[in-house]
């Protein structure tokens, strides 16, 4: 067990801040840092013969900050938006629903 332990560990190191932000990127003196939208799940099992292994996780890009000069926006990737939204307005839109119906009751 301790080994799927370790290979968990060195999983979940590279979560955080650099999972959403890319590396800087200088192109035609416009300065661009990506964005996207990312999240884990872990799960883990392991054989009596020491094998075995988990983890798992989905990165979508988003956008990107632009800095042109003194100017600094972030510019959205619209299809991945689309992709990432829909799904959380459904399912917002579906619990909202159910709150409503149980509080009519």
Do not use: C, H
Not at 40 to 61: L, Q, T
């Amino acid at each position: 067990m301790p080994n799927l332990a370790l290979e968990l560990g060195k999983q979940t190191a590279s979560l955080g801040v650099n999972s959403v932000y890319g590396e800087q990127q200088d192109v035609d003196g416009v300065r661009l840092v990506p964005v996207a939208i990312s999240w884990s799940g872990f799960g883990a099992g392991e054989s009596p013969e020491g094998s075995g292994g988990g983890g798992g996780g989905y990165a979508a890009p988003i956008g990107a900050y632009i800095r042109k000069g003194d100017d600094l926006r972030f510019e959205p990737n619209i299809i991945s938006l689309l992709a990432v939204g829909i799904p959380f307005i459904w399912v917002a839109g579906r619990a909202l629903s159910r709150v409503i119906r149980a509080l009519k009751r």
